[in-house]
């Protein structure tokens, strides 16, 4: 079955330090990968996708993540965080439906703090 | 102004009453969708439509339904609200490929007693 696993539940990292949120996705084809960040009281913001080629993919606000096929894993990382950063993250995979359409499956989020 | 707006944002009502979450959308898109959050859950399919004539039920479609009344209208309805229905509720869109960005509202906050 088709599954996202984010192994931290929460994280906690000092302002200025890196960060890596890891994310590993179980799913027979080739997979569709998004990194979707929530801000306290908001909805869920894209940071970046990969759907092919080169298999390290920047996003907005700084963040990069790396597709690894042989680790079935998408983790996402940024060299210096900042204490805006602080959010809960989300790894999500596209699946293909029987119809041949595509939908989400959602890992279970990470919560991100940062200390000053 | 937003792409994806939900409405309510919060409500808070008891146990047994029917409940209509509605969603609407500038963005044009065929797709939508309807997901709820629960803390430890992430953010599970309720329900998704890929046109005015498609509904498809998602993973956790029990005591939910839906009605896609335009292209850009989407509602989500609780016909017999029970406490365990208390989540954070959020509608999606995407465009016709499906498996491009997901587009997402503010979210509603419902709360059964």
């Known amino acids: 079955a088709q599954s996202v696993t984010q192994p931290d539940i929460h994280i906690t990292v000092s302002e200025g330090a890196s960060l890596e949120l890891r994310c590993n996705y179980s799913y027979g084809a080739t997979p569709y990968l998004f990194w979707y960040v929530q801000s306290p009281g908001q909805g869920l913001q894209l940071l970046l996708k990969?759907?092919?080629?080169?298999?390290l993919v920047q996003g907005i606000k700084g963040f990069e993540a790396e597709f690894k096929r042989s680790q079935s894993s998408f983790n996402l990382r940024k060299p210096s965080v900042h204490w805006s950063d602080a959010a809960e993250y989300f790894c999500?995979?596209?699946?293909?439906?029987?119809?041949?359409?595509?939908?989400?499956?959602f890992g279970t989020g990470t919560r991100l703090k940062v200390l000053a | 102004d937003a792409d994806v707006t939900q409405t309510p944002r919060n409500r808070i009502t008891k146990t047994g009453k029917r409940i209509m979450l509605e969603c609407s959308q500038t963005?044009?898109?065929?797709?939508m969708y309807w997901y709820r959050q629960d803390p430890g859950l992430g953010l599970r399919l309720i329900y998704y439509?890929?046109?005015?004539?498609?509904?498809n039920k998602g993973e956790i479609s029990d005591g939910y339904s839906v009605s896609r009344q335009a292209q850009a209208k989407f509602s989500l309805s609780l016909e017999s609200a029970i406490p365990n229905q208390t989540a954070l509720y959020f509608c999606?869109?995407?465009?016709?490929?499906?498996?491009?960005?997901?587009?997402f509202g503010p979210g509603t906050r419902l709360t059964v007693l």
């Open positions: 963005k044009g898109h065929d797709r």
């Open positions: 999606a869109t995407s465009d016709r490929t499906g498996y491009d960005e997901q587009f």
């Open positions: 439509s890929f046109d005015v004539k498609d509904i």
């Open positions: 999500a995979v596209g699946v293909r439906t029987t119809s041949g359409t595509y939908k989400y499956i």
């Open positions: 990969y759907f092919s080629g080169d298999t």
